[in-house]
């Protein structure tokens, strides 16, 4: 260029990096005789339109305009150091439009070869405030709003000094995060004094001491972010604490608002305060003695995990270090705590749950493969070894990285990938929040904004696409490594590994085991070695699986009893051809696997009954229940099968035990609702039951050698009959019979006898598949009655002798196994009964109240807790089930609706009919949910069924784990139990007792 006028062509621009052609163009000519040079200098910007207006903008504004532009064309350096500022950062071009005098802070040629101490950063900004640097406490003497803004100005102009540096010499990440660290410390301590200044002598009867937390007490702070502190007060010499604390609060206080509140020159940061003992809840200010007390009784581990980075930074610096030399030995015990696992589980799972939906994808920090999965497997490992190994105590990520490196703790190559991929991360989020200094990390998705971050971060070809692609490649290793730094080095303890791996001691394997939740790390290493020990196919795809394996035990509530689970399992399916590829291959089986081994003793007792059934996790729609229709196919089949009764019905059983297996897993992994568990394990019984008892028939007609001379069919009662069996249910059930035209009664009595006694022994045989327990206690006369009775028996039965109790068992009755027409014969006989078209009595209504009243004050077992009982306490189920089949004897004979033997189902008609609020019937639901939800938890949990919540801790872990509620917190199942039983009570005290 020369004389204003450009004399390369637009397309020069074009290939120099410039898109907006002709608005740079008018720029460059505003420039003028030094635009050629200039041009080509602020083409290695990200942004070389951006650099172009401001530049022009810029030295519209400078006094000795051509004096600076020729100063900056001429000298290389300064060039580099303002072009990539103003082509990078807009927030910093536009301080330097408001301060145009700040740009010959970029001509110091020591910027490029010097970072400054931190000492000289805090004078620097002490003397801005008026401050003495070499006063213990130093006090702004600038008026207090000049000094206010002051403190912004030359913030923003050491920070400009910093990103000068950052974008054009090629300065360390870690330098460049511990520099802005220094900044940011610095700039509490003037804050500081201005603090000071406004309070006046009140100051003095406190020392306050500002102890850094995160990532600014870590020396490892972003461009823009919250300052997390800590404030630690002791009363100064000749004061008392109530004075001092008082005057550390306001001193705290003040600081906090001079640093975040907006001025003409904007704010600097949010300092905040509440990683404090107790939150923002708890004092801002504490005393040394109140915050060792806090810490050695109330703290949580995440609090710990938090201290890791304590460092004082401004006030009071001995104090603060008394601060630290007390906390510290604490976060070394932290990993010994009860509770660390959980809370560790619980940590990780905020993390994920911080995550917005809407930002997932692009999420640098929280996302997966992101900064807090390096973060926070770094200071995992810090907290499991640190206590033994003093050389991995370090507050910084990249420092800690290195030392658990060189101790052995993470294998050397993986320790160098994961530091590159952390180095890049923290590159690509400095860039990003530089360019507006606003708190961000989701990276851009719009074209222009990526191209320029890419450029941004040194990328000239395709600096979009390349971004992209060098980014998802840190992600997948950041998060590959995240998973298997914690668990392959347990591995690599106990068998030999190729390659560089790292070499854990055994104590220190055990160690990292316990620390990860299991009780016996001995047993662990044992089953670790017998997995993996050895150079065949299955120990190296073993060694592949095992660390995610392990990971995901860890999750849930007992991985002693996942990895125990998954050697049995291996043991007995290793050497298939389909049962390790499938794992390695398909990851939703191995996590599912995972899952039902260290979650549920029921699931993995089915499943070593039966190993094959690892294939059903990973069959599309493998986990969704089958129809009665379907298992009655599938059960007739099998039965035909085989000639020997027995191995029919170890075939029946088979399929049963699949079924459940089946209806377990979903339970566990697809949230199946509770009133669909119900459904499906009543048709499974269903199925096994009709099945059987067409096998029993066939085998009493072989041994009588003659047909059957009667028709049977068995009713389901009980839960069973209401379509609402739990895992640990027996089948309660009556059988009926009707002998066939001409057959003698005696004797198709007994032929029937011989068939419920035939089928009964058939289900009881031992054998590798659970029994299914056949209970025929709720017939008419109870164990003192026919064990099998014809329909005319029934009918006089009930005509002369029926109760209102026997009538109110009916309510659950249903005929569905066995003869077609029996059934529908039997369902007619006892409708009248159970529905009666007037409703039932005043008098039987009292009697049903009595009978409640004595099952209340009888029934509850010895040392039971009536709050708890999931059947009999306190709005447990028998409350809500009495309640609902009340109001069907008093108004189903009306009300068709409430013909049903489905508690719900016969709420829901309840409240259509208007017998009952919907908001009470939906507080007895809530109720008759959750305890039957709970029923199948505890079954999961223990290998058999319980109507008392677990007073273990650990199995109340468990329970409440299934139930969907995050590590440590069973004490809040137990209050939301209590809660909803509660309000069931209420409804039952008015709707059934009043």
């Not at 404030?231 to 975040?260: K, Y």
């Not at 304590?310 to 030995?329: F, H, K, Q, T, W």
């Not at 081994?597 to 996790?617: H, I, K, N, W, Y």
């Not at 507080?923 to 079954?939: D, F, K, Y």
């Amino acid at each position: 260029m020369s004389d204003g006028r450009l004399s390369t062509a637009a397309g020069q621009l074009a290939r120099l990096g410039f898109r907006d052609v002709e608005r740079s163009t008018a720029a460059l000519e505003r420039i003028g005789p030094h635009a050629d040079v200039l041009m080509h200098l602020g083409s290695v910007a990200a942004d070389p339109d951006q650099a172009a207006w401001y530049l022009a903008d810029l030295a519209d504004r400078v006094d000795e305009r051509d004096a600076m532009l020729e100063a900056v064309a001429s000298d290389e350096g300064t060039a580099m150091r303002l072009l990539g500022v103003l082509g990078a950062s807009s927030a910093l071009g536009d301080h330097l439009l408001r301060h145009p005098e700040h740009w010959r802070d970029l001509t110091d040629p020591t910027l490029g070869s010097t970072r400054p101490a931190a000492f000289h950063v805090r004078g620097r900004m002490l003397e801005a405030v008026g401050a003495d640097p070499a006063d213990e406490t130093p006090v702004a003497t600038l008026p207090d709003g000049e000094a206010v803004d002051v403190l912004r100005v030359q913030y923003r102009r050491l920070l400009l000094r910093l990103a000068a540096r950052d974008l054009s010499h090629d300065v360390g990440v870690d330098d460049v995060a511990a520099e802005l660290s220094d900044l940011a410390a610095a700039t509490l301590e003037a804050a500081l004094a201005i603090a000071r200044a406004r309070m006046g002598e009140a100051a003095e009867s406190v020392r306050l001491a500002v102890v850094a937390m995160g990532k600014c007490g870590g020396h490892e702070l972003n461009y823009v972010s919250d300052v997390d502190v800590i404030f630690v007060a002791e009363p100064a010499e000749g004061h008392d604490e109530v004075a001092a604390l008082r005057a550390g609060t306001q001193l705290a206080s003040h600081l906090m608002r001079i640093c975040s509140d907006h001025t003409g020159e904007g704010t600097i940061w949010p300092v905040d305060a509440a990683l404090r003992p107790e939150g923002k809840a708890g004092p801002l200010v504490r005393t040394l003695a109140s915050h060792q007390g806090y810490y050695g009784r109330w703290a949580k581990t995440w609090e710990f995990q938090a201290l890791l980075k304590a460092r004082p930074v401004a006030g009071d610096l001995a104090l603060g270090r008394e601060y630290v030399e007390i906390v510290s030995p604490m976060v070394w015990t932290a990993a010994e705590r009860e509770g660390f696992v959980t809370d560790v589980q619980s940590m990780r799972r905020r993390v994920i749950e911080h995550i917005p939906a809407a930002h997932a994808d692009r999420q640098l920090k929280l996302g997966a493969g992101g900064l807090r999965d390096v973060e926070f497997a770094v200071q995992l490992l810090q907290m499991v070894h640190g206590r033994a190994d003093v050389d991995v105590r370090w507050p910084t990520t990249l420092s800690a990285l290195a030392h658990l490196t060189r101790g052995g703790y993470v294998g050397r190559e993986d320790g160098a990938a994961l530091d590159e991929s952390y180095r890049f991360l923290r590159a690509l989020e400095h860039r990003m929040q530089l360019a507006q200094l606003r708190r961000t990390h989701v990276v851009p998705t719009d074209e222009h904004a990526l191209r320029c971050l890419g450029r941004a971060m040194g990328l000239r070809k395709d600096p979009a696409d390349e971004l992209e692609r060098q980014w998802k490649r840190h992600k997948r290793e950041v998060r590959r490594l995240h998973e298997k730094l914690f668990y392959r080095p347990l591995l690599a303890a106990v068998a030999k590994l190729p390659g560089d791996e790292v070499r854990l001691s055994p104590e220190a394997a055990q160690t990292r085991l316990a620390a990860l939740g299991y009780e016996d790390p001995v047993a662990a290493m044992r089953h670790l070695e017998a997995l993996t020990a050895g150079v065949s196919r299955t120990a190296s795809i073993q060694r592949t699986l095992l660390p995610a394996m392990l990971e995901w035990f860890a999750e849930s509530p007992n991985p002693d009893a996942g990895l125990l689970g998954f050697r049995r399992i291996s043991d007995a399916l290793g050497s298939t051809h389909w049962y390790l590829k499938t794992l390695r291959d398909e990851g939703q089986v191995a996590q599912r696997l995972a899952t039902v081994l260290a979650s549920s003793r029921f699931g993995t007792d089915l499943l070593q009954r039966a190993p094959e059934g690892v294939r059903m996790l990973g069959e599309d729609d493998g986990l969704v229940p089958l129809t009665r229709e379907a298992l009655d196919k599938e059960m007739d089949a099998a039965a035909r099968r085989h000639d020997d009764p027995v191995e029919a019905i170890t075939a029946l059983r088979a399929i049963r035990r699949r079924e459940l297996f089946r209806i377990a897993v979903a339970d566990l992994v697809e949230d199946l609702d509770v009133a669909d568990i119900g459904y499906a394990l009543s048709d499974i019984t269903s199925a096994t039951l009709d099945a059987a008892l067409t096998v029993a028939t066939s085998a009493i007609e072989a041994e009588r050698r003659a047909p059957l001379p009667t028709r049977m069919a068995i009713i389901a009662m009980g839960r069973f009959g209401g379509a609402e069996l739990g895992f640990g249910s027996d089948a309660d059930v009556m059988f009926v019979h009707d002998p066939l035209e001409g057959a003698s009664s005696q004797e198709a009595s007994r032929a029937a006898h011989e068939v419920v006694q035939e089928l009964r022994r058939l289900l009881a045989l031992p054998g590798t598949d659970p029994e299914l327990a056949v209970d025929a206690d709720l017939r008419p006369e109870g164990r003192s009655g026919p064990l099998v009775r014809t329909i005319e028996s029934y009918a006089g039965y009930y005509a002369k002798w029926s109760a209102v109790w026997e009538a109110q068992a009916l309510l659950r009755a249903d005929p569905s196994i066995g003869d077609p027409d029996l059934r529908r014969r039997f369902r007619e006989l006892i409708d009248p009964l159970r529905f009666p078209a007037q409703g039932i009595a005043t008098d039987d209504v009292r009697e049903v109240q009595r009978i409640k009243a004595r099952v209340d004050a009888e029934r509850l077992p010895r040392g039971a807790d009536p709050a708890t009982h999931l059947k009999l306490g306190r709005g447990g189920l028998a409350d809500v089930e009495w309640t609902v089949q009340l109001l069907q004897m008093q108004h189903a004979g009306r009300v068709e609706g409430l013909r049903t033997t489905r508690t719900l189902d016969a709420l829901e008609a309840a409240v259509e009919a208007e017998l009952i609020g919907l908001a009470d019937a939906q507080s007895l639901a809530a109720a008759w949910r959750m305890a039957s939800g709970l029923r199948n938890a505890i079954v999961q949990v223990r290998g058999k069924g319980s109507d008392q919540l677990p007073r273990d801790t650990r199995e109340r872990a468990a329970v409440a784990h299934i139930r969907g509620y995050a590590p440590g917190q069973s004490d809040k199942l137990v209050d939301d139990y209590l809660r909803v039983t509660r309000r069931a009570r209420q409804v039952v005290e008015r709707v059934f007792w009043g």
